[in-house]
């Protein structure tokens, strides 16, 4: 498991409001990078990582999509309709630039927690 995953597995709970936002943002980014998704199904890929309400995740599908970071289709499915939502390239940069951000993240976190590994 890497350091990210260790830490997005942790309740998220006691994060800072914004910073939570950020995570979770990139997060669902992530999970239909690979391929369009529904609803249902990025809560199931998210899971081993992070637990996402259907509330939380569709408040964040919607800021996504008016921030241009994804675009949803709807297929119909068993008589009824299902959005998928499909990154895009403006979604794809926001995950490089978390990328490029993550090394200063965890410089921080290493100041942060330094007394508790006994480095000063």
């Known amino acids: 498991m890497t350091r990210w995953e260790a830490i997005l597995k942790k ?3 006691g994060l800072d409001i914004q910073l939570k936002r950020g995570l979770l943002d ?6 239909i990078k690979e391929e369009d998704s529904y609803g249902y199904q990025i809560i199931k890929d998210m ?3 992070v637990e996402l309400s259907e509330s939380t995740l569709y408040t964040i599908l919607k800021r996504l999509e008016t921030a ?3 675009t949803v289709r709807s297929v119909e499915h ?5 959005k998928y939502y499909h990154i895009n390239e ?8 978390f990328r490029k951000d993550w090394d200063e993240i965890l410089s921080i976190h290493n100041y942060i927690t330094r007394e508790d ?3 000063e």
Request: glycine letters at 10%; a neutral charge; one cysteine or more.
């Open 90 to 97: 403006q979604g794809l940069k926001r995950i490089d630039e």
């Open 26 to 31: 990139v997060c669902v980014l992530a999970a």
């Open 11 to 13: 309740e998220v709970s």
């Open 47 to 49: 899971k081993p990582y």
């Open 78 to 82: 068993d008589g009824r309709l299902r």
């Open 117 to 119: 590994t006994g480095h």
């Open 68 to 70: 241009d970071m994804l």
